[in-house]
């Protein structure tokens, strides 16, 4: 885990802020998902790939270390920083007029003349345009015909650095050449150095990452970028209740005026075409077209947008007194993801505040499968907040708050969905979950995925706090028996059975990770994880007599025992257990325990200087978890 800086409430201190993450030319495109791209999404699809499948035969190598590696997603990665000119190329030597859209992240560069970039018209393998990120922090437009003869066609500067993803995008129509770097044109001019060509990715004397790989048949067009998991844009801090993501390049500019204030007029709601975008404000209309001068609502761009494409809610409040359901088969594909995001430097809140508490009062109710979810936050529902009953869906940067059951839960869809078609291979990642609390203050949880989840299901660099109940819930019944195996990893979870204005419930569990239930033997893994301050458990079995994987965890001043696991064949590897302000048990852990832990026996060991201080937290760039202690960041 990295750090930024927040500081929650400890114990009785209430002083809490948040990271908001605000709009910037450099707003970065994420994972995993086809990208939506702008007015050139009419056009035809050539080619698109984001590696999850591995490295196609259809790519063809040309110098360096090349490999799919995960970094949140599977990615192409070339790790040698000092190969000369090494590519990968796809695609058609015939290709004509064509956008090539990819996400960059450098990783190290290895001279000062280093780049890393991508290739489009590569007549040969050294004749190409090239649009590259410098080690100068320059983005780079060039027409390449050899090493001793490249023209400069534009350039731009950017900042680019290690460690960040980029969103490039070079267009190719005619003689026409432009590039665009997270939407900032970078260059444009004429030349007729290639009038066909395959597409290239390359590095030169630098190590990098590229993903989500994307080429339509028309050049030109607005530069853009959706939302896909895992490649989050840098925010800017500011104070804030809670954390507000900044989601990649939008699709087209931001307008210089806000949402009109009356309704748009109304009309016969038009099917979209696949890789289309929609927008949807407050004060839309469901009838209405889904531009920006003319909004939809929500429930109504849910049954519009085609696979590949994006919805996009504008900020603001938007109150519904119904479930929003996406339904079950209302999906997009491994390759074409539907993307319901917040737009670019905007929070859009989803309030279900009318509701009543019920069970089948929940707010968002995500039924489809391949949706990816991005920065919205949903909150007071009279049921879970966001409840995801489909299969391989992204739920990234979320807030749920104050909901009357579990803030996001991961269950089957209707009482009748066969075990076969439980939800599977979802990703919860960067999200926070808090104030959840339902009247009897024993099943408000932050996150679950219990019941009845099938395999698959990660939750990665999460925040659970202040729940009524427990901060995860991985539940387990004897009527449905065993869920399929969860990973909890690099998350974090305090403060669990108070409320962040104070509130307790005497029913509520408490524990930080609860992972299990009914005696019924599922082998979860929670590893890299924290939990802090809760007010029972930080990591309990609660009766799972699994194999759990269970390591380096740290759990500091739980109420009773920070480790508690009665019974069971648990592994437990390089876990760190210490108190400093609560009294407790001695921890509990049955099963493979080596001397890798440290565990609570009545002292503190070696490793608990680390923990000492103050809890911190906060998102990183690139929505990896940061947490400090007394100002020092650590890495469990």
Same mark, same amino acid.
């Given at each position: 885990?990295?750090?930024?800086?927040?500081?929650?409430?400890?114990?009785?201190?209430?002083?809490?802020?948040?990271?908001?993450?605000?709009?910037?030319?450099?707003?970065?495109?994420?994972?995993?998902?086809?990208?939506?791209?702008?007015?050139?999404?009419?056009?035809?699809?050539?080619?698109?790939?984001?590696?999850?499948?591995?490295?196609?035969?259809?790519?063809?190598?040309?110098?360096?270390?090349?490999?799919?590696?995960?970094?949140?997603? #599977?990615?192409?990665?070339?790790?040698?920083?000092?190969?000369?000119?090494?590519?990968?190329?796809?695609?058609?030597?015939?290709?004509?007029?064509?956008s090539l859209q990819v996400s960059v992240k450098p990783l190290a560069f290895g001279s000062s003349d280093s780049l890393v970039g991508i290739s489009a018209r590569t007549s040969s393998a050294s004749r190409f345009y090239r649009l590259a990120l410098l080690t100068s922090g320059q983005a780079v437009l060039q027409a390449y015909a050899g090493s001793t003869s490249v023209t400069t066609l534009g350039?731009?500067?950017?900042?680019?650095?290690?460690?960040?993803?980029?969103?490039?995008?070079?267009?190719?129509?005619?003689?026409?050449?432009?590039?665009?770097?997270?939407?900032?044109?970078?260059?444009?001019?004429?030349?007729?150095?290639?009038?066909?060509?395959?597409?290239?990715?390359?590095?030169?004397?630098?190590?990098?990452?590229?993903?989500?790989?994307?080429?339509?048949?028309?050049?030109?067009?607005?530069?853009?970028?959706?939302?896909?998991?895992?490649?989050?844009?840098?925010?800017?801090?500011?104070?804030?209740?809670?954390?507000?993501?900044?989601?990649?390049?939008?699709?087209?500019?931001?307008?210089?005026?806000?949402?009109?204030?009356?309704?748009?007029?109304?009309?016969?709601?038009?099917?979209?075409?696949?890789?289309?975008?929609?927008?949807?404000?407050?004060?839309?209309?469901?009838?209405?077209?889904?531009?920006?001068?003319?909004?939809?609502?929500?429930?109504?761009?849910?049954?519009?947008?085609?696979?590949?494409?994006?919805?996009?809610?504008?900020?603001?409040?938007? !109150?519904?007194?119904?479930?929003?359901?996406?339904?079950?088969?209302?999906?997009?594909?491994? !390759?074409?993801?539907?993307?319901?995001?917040?737009?670019?430097?905007?929070?859009?809140?989803?309030?279900?505040?009318?509701?009543?508490?019920?069970?089948?009062?929940?707010?968002?109710?995500?039924?489809?499968?391949?949706?990816?979810?991005?920065?919205?936050?949903?909150?007071?529902?009279?049921?879970?907040?966001?409840?995801?009953?489909?299969? !391989?869906?992204?739920?990234?940067?979320?807030?749920?708050?104050? !909901?009357?059951?579990?803030?996001?839960?991961?269950?089957?869809?209707?009482?009748?969905?066969?075990?076969?078609?439980?939800?599977?291979?979802?990703?919860?990642?960067?999200?926070?979950?808090?104030?959840?609390?339902?009247?009897?203050?024993?099943?408000?949880?932050?996150?679950?995925?219990?019941?009845?989840?099938?395999?698959?299901?990660?939750?990665?660099?999460?925040?659970?706090?202040?729940?009524?109940?427990?901060?995860?819930?991985?539940?387990?019944?004897?009527?449905?028996?065993?869920?399929?195996?969860?990973?909890?990893?690099?998350?974090?979870?305090?403060?669990?059975?108070?409320?962040?204005?104070?509130?307790?419930?005497?029913?509520?569990?408490?524990?930080?990770?609860?992972?299990?239930?009914?005696?019924?033997?599922?082998?979860?893994?929670? #590893?890299?994880?924290?939990?802090?301050?809760?007010?029972?458990?930080?990591?309990?079995?609660?009766?799972?007599?699994?194999?759990?994987?269970?390591?380096?965890?740290?759990?500091?001043?739980?109420?009773?025992?920070?480790?508690?696991?009665?019974?069971?064949?648990?592994?437990?590897?390089?876990?760190t257990s210490c108190r400093f302000d609560v009294d407790g048990s001695n921890d509990r852990t049955v099963g493979d325990a080596d001397s890798s832990n440290q565990f609570w026996t009545g002292t503190n060991g070696s490793r608990c200087a680390t923990y000492s201080g103050a809890l911190g937290w906060s998102f990183a760039s690139d929505g990896h978890l940061v947490v400090t202690f007394g100002g020092?960041?650590?890495?469990?």
């Amino acid at each position: 885990m990295r750090l930024a800086s927040h500081t929650p409430r400890r114990y009785r201190e209430h002083r809490r802020w948040y990271v908001l993450g605000l709009a910037s030319g450099l707003a970065a495109v994420t994972a995993a998902a086809v990208l939506g791209l702008g007015s050139a999404a009419l056009a035809a699809t050539l080619f698109s790939d984001n590696f999850e499948s591995g490295l196609s035969s259809t790519w063809s190598k040309s110098g360096g270390t090349w490999a799919v590696a995960s970094d949140g997603s #599977q990615v192409l990665r070339e790790s040698s920083s000092t190969s000369d000119l090494a590519r990968e190329f796809n695609g058609s030597t015939s290709w004509t007029d064509y956008s090539l859209q990819v996400s960059v992240k450098p990783l190290a560069f290895g001279s000062s003349d280093s780049l890393v970039g991508i290739s489009a018209r590569t007549s040969s393998a050294s004749r190409f345009y090239r649009l590259a990120l410098l080690t100068s922090g320059q983005a780079v437009l060039q027409a390449y015909a050899g090493s001793t003869s490249v023209t400069t066609l534009g350039s731009a500067s950017i900042g680019a650095g290690t460690g960040t993803w980029y969103t490039l995008r070079l267009d190719v129509t005619g003689t026409t050449v432009t590039g665009y770097v997270n939407g900032q044109q970078v260059g444009s001019a004429t030349s007729t150095l290639a009038s066909s060509g395959r597409i290239g990715l390359q590095t030169y004397h630098a190590s990098g990452e590229f993903d989500n790989v994307a080429v339509t048949s028309s050049g030109g067009g607005t530069p853009s970028g959706s939302p896909s998991p895992t490649r989050t844009a840098s925010p800017s801090p500011t104070p804030s209740h809670s954390t507000s993501p900044t989601p990649p390049a939008s699709s087209s500019p931001p307008p210089t005026s806000p949402p009109p204030t009356s309704p748009p007029p109304t009309s016969p709601p038009p099917t979209s075409p696949p890789g289309t975008t929609l927008y949807v404000a407050p004060n839309g209309s469901d009838g209405a077209a889904g531009t920006q001068s003319a909004p939809t609502t929500l429930t109504s761009a849910i049954t519009r947008i085609g696979s590949g494409g994006t919805i996009y809610l504008r900020g603001g409040t938007y !109150n519904f007194s119904q479930t929003v359901t996406i339904a079950t088969g209302n999906s997009g594909t491994s !390759n074409a993801r539907k993307t319901l995001s917040a737009y670019p430097g905007e929070a859009p809140v989803l309030n279900f505040s009318a509701m009543a508490e019920a069970d089948a009062n929940r707010g968002l109710a995500l039924n489809g499968s391949y949706w990816h979810v991005y920065g919205i936050t949903v909150q007071d529902a009279g049921d879970n907040g966001i409840f995801v009953g489909g299969s !391989n869906n992204i739920i990234e940067r979320v807030v749920t708050r104050g !909901n009357h059951d579990t803030g996001l839960q991961i269950s089957r869809a209707t009482s009748d969905t066969p075990q076969s078609q439980w939800p599977s291979n979802n990703l919860v990642v960067s999200s926070e979950s808090y104030d959840n609390a339902d009247s009897g203050g024993e099943n408000a949880d932050g996150f679950a995925a219990k019941l009845t989840a099938g395999p698959g299901n990660v939750f990665r660099y999460d925040v659970s706090h202040n729940n009524i109940d427990d901060g995860w819930d991985l539940y387990t019944k004897t009527v449905t028996g065993p869920i399929g195996p969860v990973t909890i990893e690099y998350s974090l979870s305090y403060d669990q059975g108070t409320l962040t204005d104070g509130t307790q419930a005497d029913n509520g569990d408490r524990n930080g990770f609860k992972l299990g239930g009914d005696d019924i033997p599922v082998n979860n893994i929670a #590893q890299h994880d924290i939990a802090y301050h809760n007010g029972k458990h930080g990591f309990t079995y609660n009766s799972n007599p699994g194999t759990l994987s269970i390591s380096n965890d740290v759990s500091i001043d739980n109420a009773d025992r920070n480790f508690s696991f009665d019974e069971g064949t648990s592994v437990f590897r390089n876990n760190t257990s210490c108190r400093f302000d609560v009294d407790g048990s001695n921890d509990r852990t049955v099963g493979d325990a080596d001397s890798s832990n440290q565990f609570w026996t009545g002292t503190n060991g070696s490793r608990c200087a680390t923990y000492s201080g103050a809890l911190g937290w906060s998102f990183a760039s690139d929505g990896h978890l940061v947490v400090t202690f007394g100002g020092r960041v650590v890495n469990p």
